[in-house]
């Protein structure tokens, strides 16, 4: 089950949070949670691929694409978990990662999204532990398009490469320097 729009029962949330192969297993395995999709959103150039967006020009973040059963699981708890798996106040990098496709944002689908974001943006704000300022930025969705098939479940595919990766990056570091504690 890949789009909400045909099934009433379901929703959809899009968030970059840096590397998606490091948010795909947050949400992957969270009860009401149905796919988590890798794929880019934000840009102008349609059809990139995973080349074009690291490169920077085509205006895309890496992005995760969740469908959901609301009424299993909801909208601001997928947004607190979002937050508590990034650096909110970084712009255009998370953890090792560095350039414009990496930026973290929500791209909501209605204004109820858009307001509960806002909600949850000002709450990570008090929250971090650092006191600095959050630069996740809240958009509309746009067209996101899915990653390559090799990037989809990349940490079950790889799961060698993917945690060497994960590790590397100082991301449970970074995330227990903000957040007080390691990611969920």
């Known amino acids: 089950m890949e789009n909400s729009a045909t099934d009433p029962h379901t929703a959809t949330a899009i968030f ?3 590397c998606f192969w ?3 297993p947050v949400f992957d395995t969270m009860p009401g949670v149905l796919s988590v999709l890798p794929g880019y959103t934000g840009g102008t150039t349609p059809n990139p691929s995973y080349q074009e967006v690291c ?6 973040v890496e992005a995760v694409r969740i469908v959901f059963d609301p009424a299993r699981v909801s909208y601001r708890e997928l947004l607190r978990v979002f937050w508590r798996n990034i650096d909110p106040t970084t712009k255009n990098r998370q ?4 350039g414009s496709q990496y930026q973290t944002a929500i791209f909501y689908q209605d204004e ?4 509960e ?12 532990q650092l006191g600095a300022a959050v630069v996740t930025e809240i958009l509309p969705a746009s067209e996101f398009y899915p990653a390559e098939e090799y990037h989809r479940q990349y ?3 790889n799961p060698y490469h993917y945690q060497r990766y994960h590790d590397g990056c100082g991301r449970n ?6 957040w007080g504690r390691e990611t969920e």
């Open 55 to 60: 490169e920077g020009e085509t205006g895309h």
């Open 155 to 157: 940490y079950k595919k």
């Open 173 to 178: 570091w970074r995330l227990k320097e903000l």
């Open 16 to 18: 970059a949070g840096g």
């Open 22 to 24: 490091c948010m795909e």
């Open 112 to 115: 109820e999204q858009r307001r």
């Open 95 to 98: 953890f090792c990662d560095y």
């Open 117 to 128: 974001a806002e909600e949850t943006r000002e709450e990570a704000a008090c929250a971090n």
